[in-house]
T-cell receptor, first 116, second 113 residues
Framework: GAGVSQSPSNKVTEKGKDVELRCDPI?????LYWYRQRLGQGLEFLIY????????KSGLPSDRFSAERTGESVSTLTIQRTQQEDSAVYLC??????????????FGPGTRLLVL | AQSVTQLGSHVSVSEGALVLLRCNYS??????LFWYVQYPNQGLQLLLK??????LVKGINGFEAEFKKSETSFHLTKPSAHMSDAAEYFC???????????FGKGTMLLVSP
């Protein structure tokens, strides 16, 4: 079946502009996660959604970052007034449920964001 | 708080040689541990995971890892490297009942003929 998809695959923007990144999770997966991977670094957790519960936003680095999810489907990560340090690969993952045994997160290919 | 340390940002082996990628973790509760692999321009793919069952975990592509509580380690091994194993490998930890993963910085595995 289809895996996690993300768009765009690459995005180049100018400092100060807003960007929107999209994630389509695996159908039926109730949990969705956003991570950021900066050059030479591991993945940093940003935010996760579980069903209709309030999202865990504890990883968002600043109030310029926000994310939405409609039901158990598509999610959009928005970065306002982009800065050069926002340049990174943004990875989305989904899983059947959150916080249970045997849970596996399935990752999309990522969006490479470059802020000039 | 949990954390993951991967020793060595790059590991080079010859084709057919043993692969050993090191991972140490810290966690305040019994952890779940994962190894993911990332091929160029692709997302992360799960290799294997430890979730408190057998301490020796076998994964895909001939990889395995052993959970050693006394050493707080979860090293990844493969008896014989193949050229197709060249990729970046990430160790990750999550705490039971909490979903987000904490990743190490990754180890790039280079395989030479």
């Amino acid at each position: 079946g289809a895996g996690v998809s993300q768009s765009p695959s690459n995005k180049v923007t100018e400092k100060g502009k807003d960007v929107e990144l999209r994630c389509d999770p695996i159908s039926g997966h109730t949990a969705l996660y956003w991570y950021r991977q900066r050059l030479g670094q591991g993945l940093e957790f940003l935010i996760y959604f579980q069903g209709n519960s309030a999202p865990d936003k504890s990883g968002l680095p600043s109030d310029r970052f926000s994310a939405e999810r409609t039901g158990e489907s598509v999610s959009t990560l928005t970065i306002q007034r982009t800065q050069q340090e926002d340049s990174a690969v943004y990875l989305c993952a989904s899983s059947l449920v959150a916080g249970l045994d045997q849970e596996t997160q399935y990752f999309g290919p990522g969006t490479r964001l470059l802020v000039l | 708080a949990q954390s993951v340390t991967q020793l060595g940002s790059h590991v080079s082996v010859s084709e057919g040689a043993l692969v050993l990628l090191r991972c140490n973790y810290s966690s305040s509760v019994p952890p779940y541990l994962f190894w993911y692999v990332q091929y160029p321009n692709q997302g992360l793919q799960l290799l294997l995971k430890y979730t408190s069952a057998a301490t020796l975990v076998k994964g895909i592509n001939g990889f395995e890892a052993e959970f050693k509580k006394s050493e707080t380690s979860f090293h990844l091994t493969k008896p014989s490297a193949h050229m197709s194993d060249a990729a970046e490998y990430f160790c990750a930890v999550s705490e039971k009942g909490y979903s987000t993963l904490t990743f190490g910085k990754g180890t790039m595995l280079l395989v030479s003929p």
